[in-house]
């Protein structure tokens, strides 16, 4: 018998069964669809000196005046410059708190903090400023112990006192409410996860009894996050339903400078984000009056006059103003196209297009019943706007709104039997980015369970290619994602749990929101550690069933006698797997062949298998190997009905 040429079309089909999607791919993972046929994705490595405090919830790069490259990254304890190799803590301070004193006992490294109605929380970074320590041997820590490190606080034992850890026990006899400092807060960002809210006053009023704690709330407290832009060289940097900041690399030594409050806008707004080809700010879920934060407005919309983002009143000789949106409830996110800003509500979604004075934008709504999941899960690219749906599915706007069809889209969104869908309860989490040296859109999500034990953080991602429309699904978990625009190559970070930050330094660091790595990606083969240590991605692919084409679709049983392996850029080795059954009922493992590792030198594979059914299996185990699969030719024969 002549030799078959097996032909698996392009893409992930996850909707079917293993014999329904007979010529299709059915499930991988490091894997992407290029020029047709399956490949490995490149490596990654980690990068810079330093791992950051919290998860990565926001991510931007962009190029000053002078051709410096800069990435921002927002976590949920802090805002970083990441500029030639190196972080840099540039997280705004909130207001200045004086009058402090200190309480320290000697061979502790415990001191408390005393200043009446502090408002400070468990968990906090603060710093020390205007430090002055009682002598006579009350104290063995000097000055620099309080005003070199951030403090994250501890304990909050009375609203008037606070405790921290210093890195050295007290070697003096102790000091008792001594001394004087001045308390500069972090801006407080947000929790690490999405969570619900409880406690006092995130019920009905009445409700329990006076004093206690809630114990079930409908209150979704959101995680902590940014919205990052530019405006020509500056940054600019917005906490989540909080203030917005600017940071500007053109003052002297910048990167020694924390990003300050922006003059004259809003105090609480939900994002932010700079139009582009009219060069305004603009703020959407904001206030109606400026500097109350009781009228903030999850609909209403506030721009900048031109050029200027310090002016947001409108009079008659700028192009200021405001609008508010009517279908949904909250603005979700938004993006600047090429000559529009999509703005996406849970609900709906709408064009903001800059008309000039005496109107400066033309907004209308565009779609209905297309509301997006989350502020991140949005990416333009290729002209258009790509969003995940709030209650499920992909969109697409490239002058019209149109769902995306796809075949992976049960496995993302939902969670039934063994599958592992999206946990919606951590839907802001979600990030999606775009990877233009290879045209694909990518949203890392968190994946239920079927135990109940939910992810709160990425676990998993799904990619679609918009060249070749194709779909896949991955492991790979990254919190946020910046395409290469600005570097060579994409910039992502993983968030680790359990690590320990070494930025900001910390003074008693407890572990307590875990720490950021930052990875060069599409880089080599493998995955490399910030000490070095090198990792091999395990990528792999796997067929639906195929039989043999004859009379009776199934009929008949196969014979398999050889077949000759097809790869292209093959470094290392590459393991094919073959798998036969019987019935399309029987388990996809009940006959194995393999798996056969093939090198660059291997010609063909003799066997002796025999099956109705049959799906074929490609991977990798093992450092420096990547591959990409070319055509299945295989002797294959029919050999009975029984």
Known sequence: MPLRNVQIVPGFNKADTPSGAEGQWIDGDFVRFRYGQPEKIGGFTAI????????????????????????????????????????????????????????????SNTVTVTKSSHGLDVGEYITFTSVTLPGGGATGYTTANFTDFTFEILTVPTTSTFTIQMKTNETGTGMSTAGGATINPYEEVGPTIQTYGYGWGTGTWSRGTWGSATTSSTLILDPGTWSLDNFGAQLIATVKDGKTFVWNPAVSNPLTVRATIMTGAPTKTRLTITSDRDRHVVHFGTETTIGDTTTQDPMFIRFSDQENYSVYQPTSVNTAGTFRLDTGNKIVAAVSGKDYNLILTDQAAYTMQFVGPPFTFSIRQVGSNCGCIGQHATVYADGKVFWMGAGGGFFVFDGTVKLLPSLVEDFVFTTTGSNVGINYSSNEIIYGSHNSLFNEIIWFYPAGTPSGNPATQNNRSVVYNYVENTWSTMTLARSSYADASTYDVPYATEYNTSGTPSLPILSGATNTFGSTLYFAQEVGTNEIALNGTTTAIAAFIQSGDFDLPTDGDGEYMLRLSRFLPDFKNLQGNAKVTIF?????????????????????????????ARGRLANIKIENTATNETWRFGTFRADVKPDGRR
């Open 48 to 107: 810079g000196t330093d791992t950051i405090s919290g998860p990565t919830r926001a991510q931007h790069t962009w190029t000053d005046l002078e051709g410096r490259r800069y990435a921002a990254l927002g976590t949920s304890k802090a805002l970083y410059i990441y500029y030639e190799d190196k972080f840099y803590d540039i997280t705004p301070l909130a207001t200045a708190i004086t009058g402090a004193t200190f309480t320290s006992t000697q061979n």
């Open 580 to 608: 036969l059954k019987n019935f399309p009922i029987d388990s996809g493992s009940s006959s194995q062949l393999g798996p056969f590792t093939i090198s660059s030198s291997t010609q063909k594979i003799d066997t002796r």
